[in-house]
């Protein structure tokens, strides 16, 4: 049969050229532009997906960038630092020199302090000028802010991280668990009985003194007084590292030998020379608990009850503190906590908050700090916040001294401890403590550029790589595939062409049955 107003074969041809030219299209698209998802229709999932992954890779290439750029601050914080060390070195040379009176003029020493003078006014200027794109580094302005310390508890601290979380503060609050303690021994002054009763020496006897610094080797006659003794020992406690005080203020109530400094580190020995194991009333006790004693004690009575033991050696104690529930790690009066997640610090306690079991003391962190975003994603998590402290003369070097906090700039003319002043001991403890904070500090950033910056950067970079090449599964166009599609799509629409002028040729048939 033969129609010509609906030519049923040419609309399937015209059908199917079309689909055929949209197919070619399709390929066309895809390997001009390298794409398998060039639109939502393409792959809706996977739209989606890669656009996800697109924007993960965008975050942590910037976050590789944000890396990169703290590692360069970090760098040239320590340039700076290592200036600051070289000047701290020489000034301690030059202390050191001043210190050999013996055999330096006055001019000479007047010298070594214009010299120290002018190296404590360059660690200010350095402090101020070091910078990086306009941001300061060491005066201070990186540096975290406290609020309520009290002074009569902390004498100095130093925050060294604190997440904030999005907390507008952090309240930290210190319970001291176990007191500081000095090394200690006992000595009885009760001697009625005695030869030379109450408060003095029974018998003769050679003592050595020994503590942390030195040993000193004293003798004494029988009969002395006790407040002699003490004096004796006390005219040398700058070689030894150990004191002596009477007891309650009284020779009748004993000698109590303690170490200068507290902590673990520090010890007090006194050892009978002369016959040793001979029958002396000459002798010295120590506690039995490690726990917190007052000051003067009633040394007979705890004799008796067995609290004190025969011993001629006591070591100290470090204090020992729980920081918002973490305990700090303590040296002497200090007290650490270098590794908490949310806040690390170092605190110089005073002597009579860190020798009190149970000693409470709270104060906030309210803002500052360096903080540094390291992930592609604005958590808490994925950012760490540095604190650099000031680096000024007038903040530098704080050391607790007779119970004050004396910082670097006490060593400059006219401060307590100049070189005219004669206090060598007083500066040598203060530069030494300015070194060590120098170089925590540089061990610290570089720990944090080592072990934080560099290992995030080559971590991210990993993940930017395997993350790139999902969205390559996902988006790109497979060149193999797509050119033998291609090749299908355009042999279907050149087909498809020849089928429609067939198509359209039958019709013309028709025109045969009207000429015969």
């Known amino acids: 049969m033969s129609r010509i107003n609906s030519n049923v074969p040419s609309m399937i041809a015209q059908a199917n050229l079309s689909r055929s ?14 794409l398998r ?14 656009s996800r992954i697109g924007s993960e890779i965008n975050g942590l290439q910037q976050a590789v960038r ?11 914080t320590e340039g700076s630092l290592s200036e600051v060390s070289d000047l701290l070195n020489s000034v301690r040379a030059l202390v050191v020199e001043a210190a050999n009176t013996g055999a330096l003029s006055d001019e000479e020493r007047k010298a070594n302090q214009l010299q120290i003078d002018s190296a404590i006014e360059t660690i200010t200027r350095i402090s101020n000028a070091a910078s990086f794109g306009g941001l300061k580094l060491l005066n201070g302005s990186l540096d975290y802010i406290l609020s309520g310390v009290r002074s009569s508890a902390v004498a100095k601290a130093q925050i060294l991280g604190a997440n904030f979380a999005g907390r507008s503060n952090i309240q930290v609050d210190v ?10 021994l006992y000595l009885r002054g009760d001697y009625a009985g005695g030869p030379f009763g109450n408060g003095r020496l029974q018998s003769s006897v050679t003592l050595e003194v020994s503590g942390p ?29 150990v004191s002596a005080t009477l007891n309650n203020g009284n020779a009748n109530s004993g000698v109590i030998f303690s170490s200068v400094g507290f902590g673990s580190a520090q010890f007090t020995s006194v050892r009978k020379l002369n016959n040793p194991s001979a029958a002396s009333n000459f002798q010295t ?8 004693v007052p000051a003067n004690i009633d040394v007979a009575a705890l004799i008796t009850g067995g609290q004190l033991v025969s011993a001629n050696r006591d070591a100290g104690r470090d204090v020992f503190a729980i920081v918002n529930g973490n305990l700090g790690t303590g040296e002497g009066l200090k007290l650490s906590l270098p590794n908490a997640t949310s806040l690390s610090l170092d605190l110089q306690l005073t002597q009579a908050f860190a020798t009190r079991n149970g000693a409470q003391s709270s104060f906030f962190i309210t803002g500052g700090g360096a903080l540094y975003q390291l992930g592609g994603e ?12 000031s680096i000024a003369a007038s903040r530098l070097g704080g050391t607790l001294i007779n119970g004050s906090l004396q910082f670097l700039d006490s060593i400059r003319s006219g401060g307590s ?4 002043s004669r206090n060598f001991t007083n500066a040598s403890s203060i530069l030494t403590t300015a070194i060590d904070e120098i170089s925590v500090l540089r061990g610290r950033l570089g720990a944090l550029e080592r072990n934080t910056l560099d290992t995030n950067v080559r971590s991210i970079q990993s993940a930017i790589e395997n993350l790139t090449a999902s969205q390559s599964v996902i988006r790109d166009a497979d060149f193999a595939q797509e050119t033998s599609n291609l090749t299908r799509a355009q042999i279907l629409s050149s087909a498809g062409s020849s089928a429609l002028q067939l198509s359209n040729q039958q019709a013309q048939q028709a025109l045969q049955l009207l000429r015969t």
């Open 417 to 420: 401890n100049d070189l005219n």
């Open 378 to 389: 604005i958590t808490a998590s994925q950012q760490i916040s540095v604190g650099l402290p």
């Open 37 to 50: 998802i060039n639109r939502g229709a393409d792959d809706p999932a996977g739209l989606i997906v890669s």
């Open 21 to 34: 030219q949209s197919d070619l299209n399709v390929r066309l698209e895809r390997l001009s532009t390298g």
């Open 175 to 184: 319970e001291t668990v176990a007191s500081a303690q000095t090394g200690r």
């Open 213 to 241: 610094k030195g040993v000193q080797t004293l003798q004494f006659l029988s009969g002395l007084s006790l407040s002699e003794v003490v004096s004796a020992v006390n005219a040398f406690k700058e070689a030894t590292g």
């Open 66 to 76: 944000n890396s990169e750029r703290a590692s360069s601050v970090i760098s040239t």
């Open 285 to 292: 006790y120590a506690l039995t608990s490690n726990a917190a």
